[in-house]
Structures are given as C-alpha cells and as structure tokens.
C-alpha cells in the first residue's frame, strides 16, 4: 500500500515506520530538523514494543507527492482546513485521507475539501512524541488506531487500511463494522 503521513510527529511517525517496517511504501511530510534528519538518519522509534529505524522518502512540500492509497493526516487540528485542499491530486485516484487528530471537526472539514468519497474516520491511541529530531519516543505499550468509513462512504478503503495495519502489526480495529457517524 502507498503511504502518505502529513506530520510525522508522534502519531504520524509511529506508525507511519511501523507501517513501512511491514513493507508498505510510506512517504513522511515533515519540516525543518526533524525533515533533515529523516532524511540523513531515518525515523527512529523507541519503543518498549520495539525499536526500530526505517528508510523512507521524506518532504516538506504536500504539493511533491506522489498519488497514494492513504494519506493519515496527523497534522495539528488548527492546520487541517489549509492543509486538506492540498491532498486532492495525492487522494484523486480513489485514495482516501484518514484524518488523526484530538477534534471532531477535521473529517468534516477533509470531506468538505475533497468530497466524502475520499474521507475516512480515524482515531489514534499512542503517547508519542519527539524526543529529538528523527526520532519518536513511545512512552508505554498501548499504540492502535481505529478506522472506519461514514454513512455511504468508502467502506473497502477502511477494510484495506486496516488489513495493511494488521499485516504491518499495528494493532487496528474498523469502528462498528466499518461505519462511523457524524
């Protein structure tokens, strides 16, 4: 599966690497010395569930990347509305934003930016943070995520994400049978 993380903080760097450990093509958007690092170093994770370095393109510019099947918008609440528009090429080809943030806004707002069609609903369950740039620290054990489609919305998509979670090992559950509500 190709994988865009918009904001490879936390939420975003965590599983984004744990993702591209089980081989999926992620690609990181992030800034400054984080970005730099990345780039030279690799993400690292530490982690009491493992640790681990990966490999993976690496941008600041949302407008460089290529087409994907999912993009995890793990960016701060107050940047999503300027930062969904930006996904439309990335998500154009039957791809899916699934945002991850703490306010239950942003899929309304990515819905009303690129269309329901291309909106997943997502929720993170980590405490993670940067402990240095390139490097995501994993305080504790727990780390899922929970995806699901809403009312009409892209139920395969949901279903595929989380079978490349799976096969990844991240721990993943669809919302009630892949539908949540607004």
């Known amino acids: 599966m190709k994988i865009a993380v918009i904001g490879a903080g936390g939420v975003g760097g965590y599983f984004g690497a744990r993702l591209a450990q089980g081989g999926h093509e ?12 990345i780039r030279e170093r690799g993400l690292a994770i530490e982690s009491a569930l493992g640790a681990a370095t990966v490999r993976c393109a690496a941008t600041d510019d949302v407008a460089s990347l290529p087409p994907v099947d999912v993009a995890m918008l793990c960016v701060k609440l107050w940047d999503v ?5 930006k996904l439309a090429r990335v998500v154009a080809n039957g791809g899916v934003v699934i945002p991850f943030q703490n306010g239950v806004e942003s899929a309304d707002w990515v819905a009303a930016a690129l269309g329901p069609s291309h909106v997943l609903g997502g929720v993170a369950y980590i405490a993670a943070t940067i402990r240095e740039p390139g490097v995501i620290a994993h305080t504790g054990t727990m780390a899922r995520l929970r995806v699901g489609a809403f009312p009409g919305g892209p139920v395969g998509r949901a279903a595929a994400f989380a079978e490349a979670c799976r096969a990844a090992g991240v721990e993943v559950g669809r919302v009630g049978g892949s539908q949540c509500q607004r």
């Open 26 to 37: 992620v690609t990181f958007v992030a800034r400054g010395r984080h970005l730099a690092a």
């Open 81 to 85: 509305e300027a930062t969904a528009p």
